[in-house]
């Protein structure tokens, strides 16, 4: 699933492409993955918008224009893909957005897990459904210790889950949940409630420094994300655990190992995250 670097990493390439654009036309193939009203409401409020900012909050990316935002979850294997090509096989475009250069913006997603979410301009994306719900940005004063701790506090879910979950910080997924908590030397399955003030400061600075890293990298390569254009990320050649079952931990040289948290493939060292 794309996460924070990767969604970023999509968001500046398509705002270099599409700003100042105008939508002329949309065509949906798939009805369901409009999530706010009819999709003849939603095509008849898109067409003649002009495309002012690509924006990113968490793992959305926001199309602001002229009267409306336009929130896309990429969620599992979607992807944005731009130009004039018609040879495109369509099998898995569920959206196409004919723009004013005459190009085309077509959403793919093999899954069919992804999502658009259309609001008035007038309503603060802060306050809507879809944000109201998400924590702070990992990169914002705001996600520090104290926020952790008071989520955790008397909780006996694991670490791990908790870092999942988009309320207590937004973009932070599986891949990089697992490199935090290695880097952080914390177990996976450890209790919320269990974890000290000095953990907490350490898995706040590790998610900092993590995903400012892949960030620059592009974000991690891992079955079929790519931005368009074909932009893949380059961090996979720096990931420590994740993907790495049995092969040797880069600190201890035990061998790395799998198992499931909260339906989760995790990837983590039993030396250096003892339990």
């Known amino acids: ?37 009819s999709v003849a409401r939603f095509k008849e409020r898109l067409i003649g918008q002009k495309i002012i900012d690509v924006a990113r909050r968490g793992k959305y990316l926001i199309f602001e224009l002229d009267d409306y935002n336009l929130l896309s979850h990429l969620r599992m294997e979607g992807k944005f893909l731009y130009g004039d090509v018609e040879d495109l096989c369509m099998k898995h475009i569920h959206a196409e957005f004919l723009l004013s250069n005459g190009m085309k913006l077509r959403y ?12 008035d301009k007038e309503i603060p994306l802060e306050s809507t459904p879809t944000f109201f719900v998400l924590g702070p940005e990992p990169f914002s004063d705001e996600f520090n210790a104290d926020r952790m701790l008071s989520f955790a506090k008397g909780k006996k879910t694991a670490i791990k889950s908790m870092l ?16 935090v908590l290695f880097a952080a030397n914390i177990h996976p399955m450890k209790k919320n409630g269990d974890l000290t003030r000095e953990e907490m400061e350490k898995i706040v600075h590790h998610t900092k420094e993590i995903l400012s890293k892949a960030t620059k990298y592009k974000g991690t390569t891992i079955r079929t994300f790519s931005s368009q254009h074909g932009t893949a990320g380059e961090f996979q050649n720096f990931l420590q655990v994740h993907t790495k079952k049995d092969e040797p931990c880069p600190k201890c040289t035990a061998q790395i190992l799998k198992m499931k948290v909260g339906g989760r493939g995790t990837y983590f060292c039993a030396v250096c995250q003892p339990e």
């Open 108 to 119: 793919e997603d093999v899954r069919k897990f992804g999502t658009f979410h259309l609001f």
């Open 1 to 37: 699933m794309p996460e924070l670097p990767e969604v970023e990493t999509v968001k500046e390439v398509l705002k270099s492409e599409l700003t100042t654009l105008e939508i002329k036309d949309v065509i949906v193939h798939y009805d369901k993955i409009i999530k706010t009203g």
């Open 164 to 179: 999942l979950s988009q309320k207590v910080v937004a973009g932070l997924g599986n891949i990089y949940a697992d490199e």
